[in-house]
């Protein structure tokens, strides 16, 4: 598989689990609660079982997405600020779609995510190579930002070639 195959695979991938994870609020609402984890389990589940992913590449994908939904919980619970300030850009770049389902998973989290939070401040890294939703990461090394109009794999540092991130602000 190519990088650009590969890419698209799990950005796509990322997407539809967000989506999956959003329709999951949607059938749950008025049953049960699940927690944020027994969503993306689920979400992770339905990939497999429809062939779209094997395990591995599932397993890696909710991993990115419990990544990204953490630190926007710890992003919420520090700064009091609006969820729309954590992209750290204009938002009119963003696919109204890929926003409105990631912020509505979180939205419908908040709660949740404040509990996430604690876990989050373990100081949360990322790396090259991994997929990640919307939003700003700077290097470790010299700070440089990389921003993510949309959901795509992160490359080398553009300026330092250094390959650890963090989000920007945190």
Same mark, same amino acid.
């Given at each position: 598989?190519? *990088?650009? *195959?590969?890419?698209?695979?799990?950005?796509?991938?990322?997407?539809?689990?967000?989506?999956?994870?959003?329709?999951?609020?949607? *059938? @749950?609402?008025?049953?049960?609660?699940?927690?944020?984890?027994?969503?993306?389990?689920?979400?992770?589940l339905r990939a497999i079982e429809l062939r779209e992913m094997t395990a591995d590449e599932a397993e890696k994908i909710a991993?990115?997405?419990?990544?990204?939904?953490?630190?926007?919980?710890?992003?919420?619970?520090?700064?009091?600020?609006?969820?729309?300030?954590?992209?750290?850009? *204009?938002?009119?770049? !963003?696919?109204?779609?890929?926003?409105?389902?990631?912020?509505?998973?979180?939205?419908?989290?908040?709660?949740?995510?404040?509990?996430?939070? @604690?876990?989050?401040?373990?100081?949360?890294?990322?790396?090259?190579?991994? !997929?990640?939703? !919307?939003?700003?990461?700077?290097?470790?090394?010299?700070?440089?930002?990389?921003?993510?109009?949309?959901?795509?794999? !992160?490359?080398?540092?553009?300026?330092?070639?250094? @390959?650890?991130?963090?989000?920007?602000?945190?």
């Amino acid at each position: 598989m190519s *990088d650009n *195959d590969f890419e698209e695979k799990f950005t796509a991938a990322y997407d539809k689990m967000i989506e999956r994870i959003n329709h999951f609020f949607d *059938d @749950t609402e008025t049953s049960g609660m699940p927690t944020l984890k027994q969503r993306i389990e689920l979400a992770k589940l339905r990939a497999i079982e429809l062939r779209e992913m094997t395990a591995d590449e599932a397993e890696k994908i909710a991993y990115y997405v419990e990544r990204d939904l953490r630190d926007a919980a710890d992003y919420l619970e520090t700064t009091g600020k609006e969820f729309s300030t954590w992209f750290n850009f *204009d938002l009119q770049l !963003i696919e109204e779609r890929v926003f409105e389902l990631f912020a509505s998973v979180a939205d419908r989290t908040r709660l949740e995510l404040s509990q996430l939070a @604690t876990q989050a401040r373990m100081n949360q890294h990322y790396h090259t190579g991994e !997929i990640i939703g !919307i939003g700003t990461i700077s290097c470790s090394a010299c700070a440089s930002e990389v921003h993510f109009k949309r959901t795509g794999r !992160i490359p080398p540092c553009p300026k330092c070639h250094h @390959t650890v991130f963090k989000r920007y602000g945190n």
